[in-house]
């Protein structure tokens, strides 16, 4: 049973930066994308950022060159995300497919598994 589950959300000003934790377990696959969604009240879910098993990255137009996703170990996927603006702000969630992943198209996959999420609050 694969299980995500997030950490490290929280309330900040704009400007300012946060890093996100994903502890993966019950993962077997050897080829896979895992990354980041968000969604924000009244607004439809957006992929963030993803990374697949051979290191390969993507980003979201509106986060490039503020957010960097990477792995601290096998297990464990963070986000760092800085100069954060209020439009940041939203319930974010780590996601992550089963084999056979495309990252090219991974942010707009919708069939994942799913974390809980962790809530990320900038103010101006």
């Known amino acids: 049973q694969v299980q995500l589950v997030e950490s490290g959300g929280g309330s900040v000003q704009a400007g300012g930066s946060l890093r996100l934790s994903c502890a993966a377990s019950?993962?077997?696959?050897?080829?896979?994308?895992i990354g980041w969604f968000r969604q924000a009240p009244g607004k439809e879910r957006e992929g963030v950022a993803g990374?697949?098993?051979?290191?390969?990255t993507r980003y979201a137009d509106s986060v490039k060159g503020r957010f960097n996703i990477g792995r601290d170990n096998e297990n464990r996927l963070y986000l760092q995300m800085n100069s954060l603006k209020p439009e940041d702000s939203a319930m974010y969630y780590c996601?992550?497919?089963?084999?056979?992943?495309?990252?090219?198209?991974?942010?707009?996959?919708?069939?994942?598994?799913w974390g809980q999420g962790t809530q990320v609050t900038v103010s101006s």
């Open positions: 996601a992550a497919s089963g084999s056979g992943c495309s990252i090219e198209f991974f942010l707009a996959y919708e069939n994942l598994y």
């Open positions: 990374i697949d098993s051979d290191g390969s």
């Open positions: 019950g993962y077997t696959y050897s080829s896979y994308c």
